[in-house]
C-alpha cells in the first residue's frame, strides 16, 4: 500500500496511556479502569480500548495513500484520501464492544481461548467520515443495492494489518452489501475520533465503522475494499468470532455450522464498583453501562442488592439535561447508555445489573448457559459483591 506500512515488529509502537490495564503486551490489547469508563459518557481516545492483531501499522506519506474498490463491480478506482475529504462529513456517536468483552469472568466457568477482557473492552466515540455509501456510489454502485449486476452480494474490508491467524495475511471481515449501501445503517469510512484525526491505535488514517456490530467487523487501517459474492473467507469471519452451544469445544467444533457474529446481544456491566468492594456506609451510588446491538435502544436496566430476588429500575442518561427515550430522535440509537441507581445494603450484598432493549431481549442470568470454546458475548447479568467494613488485605 503506498504511503502505509506494516512494521514487521514492535520496536515502533505508539504511546499509551499509563492506567490502561494491559491485557497484551505483544500485540498490544488493553482496557481502561472500569470506573474511568464512566467518566465520561464519550470515551476519550485515550480511554478507549485498544485491540489489535500485530504491530501497529505506519502512515508515510498521507498525500500517497489510497483505498483499492474492486471486485465484482464495473468501475473498480483507488480513491484517494482526497476524495474521501471531498465527500460530506457525517458523524454518528456509536458504541464499540470487542466480542470477547467480558471473557475473563467465562472463562472461571470452564476454560476459553483468546485475550482476556475484564468489562471495559468497550467504548463510545464520536466518529467522523464518509458515509460509505457515498464512497461506493463513486464506482457507480447506488443506494439501497443487495447485489450488483455482476453478482456480489458482500463488502469485504481489507486492512494493511498483518496476522499471525491468517499466516501472515491481512486481517479483513465483510458486511452484507444490503448493509453497506443503507443509509440509515450509518457505515462510515471514518478519518476522525471525537473530532480530531485516528490516532494509529485506532485506525489512522482511515477505517470503517459499522454501527451495532461487534469491533471485530470495524476494520482498521484500510487497504482496500473488495465486493464479492460471497461473505469474507478470512479467518477471523470463518474460524473466529462464532456463537456455538456449551456442548462444542475443540475436539468437536465444526466451524461451517455456525455464521459470524454481527449483532451484539443486549449488555450491561456495573462500573463503579469493583467485583468485591469494602465501603464505610451503607448507603451506596450503582453506576454503569448498558448497550444493545443493531441500534436497539435500552428499554430498562435493572439493579439487585440481594443476588437478583428482587429489583428496582435505575435511571437512564446519555447527554445531561436530554432525558433518553429508546428511539427518539434526541438519543443516539448507536450508543451506550449510563444507569444510576442508590442503594442501601446490608452487612454484605450481591448487587447485580441486567438491562432489556426494546426489543424485549433480556440478559441471560447465568453465564453458564451461554458459554462457548472462544468466550464471545458474555453478557450474563453483572455481579459485584459489597461488604460493610475494611478490608484486611
Given amino acids: 500500500m503506498p504511503g502505509l506500512t506494516a512494521p514487521s515488529d514492535y520496536s515502533r509502537e505508539p504511546p499509551r496511556h499509563p492506567s490502561l490495564k494491559i491485557?497484551?503486551?505483544?500485540?498490544f490489547n488493553a482496557e481502561p479502569p472500569r470506573l474511568a469508563l464512566i467518566s465520561s459518557y464519550v470515551t476519550p481516545v485515550d480511554y478507549f480500548y485498544k485491540r489489535n492483531h500485530g504491530p501497529i501499522p505506519i502512515v508515510e506519506d498521507i498525500d500517497r495513500y489510497f483505498v483499492s474498490i474492486s471486485g465484482l463491480v464495473q468501475n473498480p478506482k483507488d480513491i484517494f484520501m482526497k476524495d474521501i475529504w471531498s465527500l460530506p462529513k457525517y458523524t454518528v456517536t456509536a458504541t464499540l464492544q470487542c466480542a470477547g468483552n467480558r471473557r475473563t469472568a467465562m472463562s472461571k466457568t470452564r476454560k476459553v481461548k483468546g485475550v482476556g477482557w475484564d468489562?471495559?473492552?468497550?467504548g463510545n466515540a464520536v466518529w467522523g467520515g464518509a458515509k460509505l455509501t457515498d464512497v461506493l456510489e463513486l464506482i457507480g454502485v447506488p443506494k439501497l443495492t443487495s447485489v450488483t449486476p455482476l453478482g456480489g452480494k458482500h463488502i469485504e474490508f481489507v486492512s494493511i494489518?498483518?496476522?499471525?491467524?491468517?499466516?501472515?495475511?491481512?486481517?479483513?471481515?465483510?458486511?452484507?452489501?444490503?448493509?453497506?449501501?443503507?443509509?440509515?445503517?450509518?457505515?462510515?469510512?471514518?478519518?476522525?475520533?471525537?473530532?480530531?484525526?485516528?490516532n494509529r491505535d485506532h485506525?489512522?488514517?482511515?477505517?470503517?465503522?459499522?454501527p451495532g456490530v461487534i469491533g471485530a467487523r470495524s476494520v482498521k487501517w484500510l487497504d482496500s475494499i473488495n465486493i464479492i459474492a460471497e461473505e469474507c473467507q478470512g479467518f477471523f469471519m470463518q474460524k473466529d468470532y462464532k456463537m456455538f452451544p456449551p456442548s462444542v469445544d475443540w475436539e468437536n467444533i465444526n466451524w461451517s455450522t455456525r455464521n459470524p457474529q454481527m449483532d451484539f446481544p443486549v449488555q450491561s456491566a456495573i462500573c463503579s464498583l469493583e467485583d468485591i468492594n469494602f465501603v464505610k456506609h451503607e448507603k451506596i451510588t450503582i453506576k454503569g453501562y448498558a448497550v444493545s446491538g443493531g441500534g436497539r435502544g435500552i428499554e430498562r436496566v435493572d439493579v439487585s442488592i440481594d443476588g437478583g430476588k428482587t429489583w428496582v429500575e435505575a435511571s437512564r442518561y446519555q447527554k445531561p439535561g436530554i432525558p433518553y427515550n429508546a428511539g427518539d430522535s434526541c438519543s443516539d440509537k448507536w450508543a451506550w447508555v449510563f444507569f444510576q441507581a442508590e442503594a442501601e445494603v446490608p452487612q454484605s450484598a450481591e448487587i447485580v445489573a441486567k438491562a432489556v432493549d426494546i426489543a424485549a431481549n433480556v440478559q441471560p442470568e447465568n453465564v453458564e448457559v451461554i458459554w462457548n470454546l472462544r468466550g464471545i458475548l458474555n453478557t450474563s447479568w453483572h455481579r459485584v459483591h459489597v461488604r460493610i467494613g475494611h478490608s484486611n488485605m
Fill in 119 to 122: 468489562v471495559a473492552a468497550i
Fill in 161 to 198: 494489518d498483518k496476522c499471525k491467524e491468517e499466516h501472515g495475511g491481512p486481517y479483513k471481515a465483510s458486511i452484507p452489501l444490503s448493509q453497506a449501501t443503507n443509509p440509515v445503517a450509518d457505515v462510515l469510512l471514518a478519518y476522525e475520533m471525537n473530532g480530531e484525526p485516528l
Fill in 23 to 27: 491485557n497484551s503486551k505483544e500485540p
Fill in 203 to 210: 485506525g489512522y488514517p482511515l477505517r470503517v465503522i459499522v
